[in-house]
Structures are given as C-alpha cells and as structure tokens.
C-alpha cells in the first residue's frame, strides 16, 4: 500500500524512493501510458529504447518522444513499464502503471491511498 497526499491545487501526489533518493510523482488519471521520468533517473532504471511514441496533451498539442522499458522501483518491487524521459524533478505516474491497483483519492481529506490488488505481472 502507498499513500500520499492531495496538494492545495488539487494534485494527487505520493513519494518514491529511485535512484538513491526521494521523488515526488503525480497521479495523473489522464495519462494511460506508464511513467514519465526525469532525466536524471535514467542510468538508475536499465532502459532499452523500443521506439516513438505520440502523445496528445492538453489544448490538442501533439508530441512525439522516445519510448523505454524501465526496470522501476514501485510499491516493494520492480515493475517493467514504458517510460519516456524528460528535464525536469517530478515523476508522472500513468494508469497503465496504477491497472493493478485500487486508487482512492479523498479530496477532502487530502489523503491517497494505492492498494495492490493484483492482477498478472507484466509491462505496465
């Protein structure tokens, strides 16, 4: 089980241990690949190139990156997910990480809550 927290804006975030320290990752429900990474966590995941990927982003923006599977630190385990790398000091977490996990965010309370429920283990 993670929990977190629910920032004053609105944004469900938990804490993750990679690379020898802590990051921030944002839940973000509109994202259904698996993770976006900070550059600075990509000697720290084993990542093998698997081609391009075309995302949609807000305000219609169309964007082409490469894609990775990343050997990630996730929940006690490592996960093999897709991964994208960008600048930056923040984790994205996408639903295709979260497709084996209840996500319950309480909006009011400001609390996060991930919980394993299973499912077959693969690449997220």
Sequence with gaps: MIL???TDDGVPVITLDAGGRQWR?????????GVELP???RPFVNPEFVG??????????????EAHYVDFPFD???????????????????TGLLRDYRLEINFVEQTVLL????GEEGVA
Excluded: K
């Design 76 to 94: 006690g385990r490592t996960v093999r997910s897709v991964a994208t790398f960008v600048p930056g000091e923040e984790i994205l977490l996408g």
């Design 115 to 118: 919980e394993w429920v299973g």
């Design 52 to 65: 391009h990927v075309r995302s949609s982003l807000a305000a219609g923006q169309t964007v082409v990156e």
């Design 39 to 41: 550059l600075r966590l």
């Design 4 to 6: 977190g927290s629910v």
């Design 25 to 33: 990752a944002t839940i973000d429900t509109g994202f259904n690949g």
